[in-house]
């Protein structure tokens, strides 16, 4: 296009914004201000015109104007990533290229080429994330950084994914959950991995939010609950050392602030404890200003450990030893003298920005004032070494098992359902029509590339996807061998041409000419090629081998050559019946299933619905709490709460069988649910705790299990329940009951 009609488009230099319009933009440059020693602020006026102007009309699920996303983007990278204003400028034009008539060209012209190519790389991810299910999610996370050509484009899309997340209410309850695993499964890690904490927690309470919102309301409000008693402790605990700081003028500030809500729960579920006995709900971190350095934390170390007893066990010392995503700090746990256990962070203010918004910071530290194009290929190189060489380190088990790959010499392709395929780098549709199936292989006919008819000689890019056209008649060419690069297509063809189909078809051969001698019929290879041709054939020889093995019969080619002796003419095959397959069936079941509820919740009652449903042994859901419902092969739905292990499991694997549940307003059913009590053992316990259900709360017991060690007393009781709230009530009175230190939910 030429500068001419590209100005008449959009005309940014001329055009006017609204008032409100202005007030935005002018808020996004004020945060870039705050977080950026230098930047093009006609620049980002420009991308915030071609983004009002290109998304206007459009809105989201939420019902807002569209824009809105883009610039809360921009506000997230200009806040939480702060590279540069390259990536502010980038994640106002996130989706323009995707979602409106702007065109890469456009953003070249008025932006320039980097920002061009970051936009086509974020806009080829987005692409590619479209037709994906959720498995697979360490091959995937390769794909994304192989296809990503600047890392600002993966940055910019972890804080695309962070809005989406904050406004997620506004989609379907499904579609939420979905979406949040996702995120769980991908993004947190992938945050985590580039040092971007504070993203990540952010995540990873959204998605909790999202999936099990139950618990998460009820961690979030035992938190507000102690938020005054938990501020005058931190106080207290800290004017001691407070003092001796200032007396020794060190400059620091000192934040107590509680975990993420979300690792609180983890705590709880991996050590099996109520809330109330997770000791850790908070950490107290003391920073110490610039120009303040590494052996000033220590010195506010001797400092703590003189007032309060240091538990050696906890120490960690992150400053000398860095964890992989460039995280320092000095962890220790001390004790008060009341015995309570109080873990702090010390780290100079450097540490601190590193470890909140990640590698960009440290990146920053290291290059100083002089930011640009060179230093950012060190940033991206300093990513790519630090991501394929992973320092052991617990928190990041995630990535055991694999190394990242920036070199692409892999090559990531997607199936039409969205599963991901590794190819050599060079491979063509062939490879990957072999990789899913050697019959498929044998039978291709053509491929569909990204949609889009193509040859299946050409080579495969990163992020394909590739659907292989098979006919019901083996179709292998022999001049394929010098278009496939994997071993398993190379060796399947080359097998296939050398025995079988020469084996196979001189029995065909065989079978026809004994045919055609009991028939007393002639016929010339010419006009046999023909009838080959008409039976969709290549020629005889392929004719020949599906005789051979039985799947062409020959009196039905006999029969077309007699018609064709008697009338002269070859008639049209018209007849392409093919039979069911598996997973045709298996789809049929889940769309069977899914019908009845036409876009709506499965309301858990009694077999009002018409569908078959039971509940999982594994997490025994009770009415009240957070479920979800998974197609069986069978058609059957079974029943977990959302946040059940194996739920989870399935969510990210088979998320195409997920089905909202709702529980219905009135349940008469009786469920099973299990407590978990924690006492003193003494005389009548076991007496006082029945008591407890039968009398005053006329619940069935199914049964209890007891065991005690020095002095304490567990007990695991399982009973019939009418819901949550009957079995919290339950909780709340066994907590009463003389003794009883803690009652939670056994699962
Ligand atoms: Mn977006």
Known sequence: ????????????????????????????????????????????????????????????????????????????????????????????????????????????????????????????????????????????????????????????????????????????????????????????????????????NELEDLCFKAIDPTSFKFIARKLREKKDSRETFIDEFMMPIGRQLIKQKFSFEIKGRPKHIYSIYRKMQRQQKPFEEIYDLFAIRIILEDPHTKEDCWRVYSIITDWYTPIPERFRDFISVPKANGYQSLHTTVITNRGKKVEIQIRTRRMDNIAEKGL????????????????????????????????????????????????????????????????????????????????????????????????????????????????????????????????????????????????????????????????????????????????????????????????????????????????????????????????????????????FAAGNALILDDDISNVKYSYANCCNPIPGDNVIGFISRNGDVKIHRTMCNNAQHLLKTEGNRIVDVQWAKNIDNKFLGAVRVIGEDRVGMINDITDVLSKSLSTNMKSINVSSDEGMFEGIITLYVDGLSHLDRIMKRLGRVEGVKTVMRYE
């Open 1 to 200: 296009m030429d500068k001419a009609s590209i100005l008449e488009k959009y005309n940014l230099d001329e055009y006017e914004l609204e008032k409100a319009q202005s007030e935005d933009l002018k808020q996004l440059i004020k945060i870039c201000n705050e977080n950026m020693d230098s930047l093009d602020e006609e620049a980002i006026t420009k991308a915030f015109k071609l983004c009002y102007l290109s998304h206007h009309g459009l809105t989201r699920a939420s019902g807002e104007p569209y824009y809105y996303h883009p610039v809360e983007v921009a506000k997230i990278v200009a806040q939480e990533i702060n590279i540069d204003d390259i990536s502010v400028i980038s994640a106002l034009l996130h989706d323009t290229v995707e979602d409106t008539d702007v065109t890469l060209e456009d953003i070249r012209f008025w932006f320039g080429d980097e920002v061009a190519v970051i936009i086509d790389g974020v806009t080829k991810i987005a692409g590619v994330f479209k037709s994906r299910d959720s498995k697979q999610a360490e091959a995937f996370m390769k794909l994304l950084l192989s296809m990503a050509e600047d890392i600002r484009v993966i940055l910019i899309k972890f804080a695309d994914r962070l809005h989406n997340m904050r406004t997620i209410q506004h989609l379907r309850r499904e579609k939420q959950i979905q979406i949040a695993s996702e995120t769980m499964e991908l993004y947190a890690p992938l945050a985590h991995r580039f040092g971007l904490f504070n993203i990540k």
């Open 360 to 595: 960009a910071a440290h990146w920053k530290y290291k290059e100083g004032e002089q930011a640009g194009s060179e230093s950012l290929d060190r940033f991206v190189n300093w990513v790519r070494d630090v991501l394929d060489n992973p320092r052991p380190d617990s928190t990041m088990d995630f990535v055991k098992d694999f190394q990242l790959n920036l070199y692409q010499d892999e090559l990531y392709v997607f199936t039409p359902k969205g599963e991901l395929k590794t190819l050599p780098v060079n491979a063509t549709p062939i490879d990957f029509a072999f990789e899913i199936h050697s019959e498929i292989g044998e039978r291709a006919m053509a491929s569909k590339v990204n949609g889009k008819m193509a040859p299946l000689r050409q080579k495969l890019r990163n992020g394909d996807q590739v659907e292989i056209i098979t006919g019901n008649k083996v179709n292998l060419n022999p001049d394929w061998i010098d278009d496939v690069v994997t071993h398993k297509a190379k060796s399947r063809i080359r097998q296939f041409i050398k025995q079988k189909q020469r084996i196979v078809s001189d029995k065909g051969r065989e079978l026809w000419q004994k045919r055609l001698d009991r028939g007393k019929v002639e016929i010339s290879d010419q006009e046999l090629t023909k009838i080959a041709k008409r039976f969709k054939y290549n020629d005889t020889q392929n004719m020949f081998y599906e005789m051979g093995t039985g799947s062409l019969d020959v009196n039905t080619v006999y029969k077309e050559v007699k018609k064709y002796k008697s009338t002269g003419r070859i008639e049209d095959d018209t007849s392409e019946t093919t039979s069911k397959t598996d997973q045709q069936i298996q789809d049929e079941y889940i769309n069977n299933a899914r019908s």
